[in-house]
């Protein structure tokens, strides 16, 4: 059964600090996706990793994948306050269509 | 841009009354997806959708749960018999094919079940 962790749970931050959220996952796979999610909301997607090294940028947010350690990382460069958010990782095993997911990591910036 | 659409937005329903949860996928996508959060919790896959099929589905569906693709535009989650614990978000999710392909989220419907 594939499990998916993440880490940490909770992230308090100062604005324009650095910090990484971990993503491991228990199976192969080259399928990662990140999402983010404010309160009440619905899921947005945020980067698609398919493959042993991808690596994908979109403004203060980067993720990469190593399929070989099973681990996608979300790096904030300079956090803002509008980041504050649920991330949430997710694995696609197998060319299937079931997403199984983290736990997510609540994102809080502090001004 | 075109989005995933869901009604309703709420749902109170007493325990043991079935339940349709609607959804309209964005319009030229081909597989379709149910979702739920349980308050707090993560996100866990209900069942794919594909060539009106079930394509895959996870140990939450049982049959208590059903889906529908009754026209060219809606998807349907019925719950027959709503337990306690079906208390949820549940969230609608479509995607213009299969495997690695981004899944589109809609806005969810919460469901209470008393």
């Known amino acids: 059964e594939l499990k998916v962790e993440q880490n940490p749970l909770f992230l308090s931050m100062q604005e324009g600090k650095n910090y990484t959220i971990y993503c491991n996952y228990s199976?192969?796979?080259?399928?990662l996706y990140w999402y983010r999610q404010d309160p009440g909301k619905s899921l947005e997607s945020l980067f698609v990793?398919?493959?042993?090294?991808a690596v994908k940028q979109e403004g203060r947010l980067m993720a990469s994948l190593d399929t070989k350690a099973r681990l996608s990382t979300l790096h904030i460069t300079a956090a803002v306050h509008d980041l504050s958010a649920t991330y949430f990782c997710a694995v696609n095993l197998n060319a299937g269509n079931m997403l199984t997911f983290g736990g997510g990591t609540r994102l809080m910036v502090k001004p | 841009e075109p989005e995933v659409t869901q009604t309703p937005s709420h749902q109170v329903t007493q325990m043991g009354q079935e339940v349709i949860l609607r959804c309209v996928p964005i319009?030229?996508?081909?597989?379709f997806y149910w979702y739920r959060q349980i308050l707090g919790q993560k996100v866990e896959f209900l069942v794919s959708f594909y060539n009106n099929e079930i394509s895959e589905k996870s140990e939450i569906f049982d049959d208590q749960f059903s889906v529908e693709r009754p026209d060219g535009s809606n998807f349907t989650l019925k719950i027959r018999s709503t337990k306690l614990e079906d208390s949820a978000m549940y969230f609608c999710?479509?995607?213009?094919?299969?495997?690695?392909?981004?899944?589109?989220f809609g806005p969810g419907t919460r469901l209470l079940v008393l």
């Open positions: 990793l398919l493959s042993n090294g």
């Open positions: 319009s030229n996508h081909l597989y």
């Open positions: 199976t192969t796979s080259d399928r």
């Open positions: 999710a479509s995607s213009s094919s299969g495997g690695a392909e981004t899944q589109y």
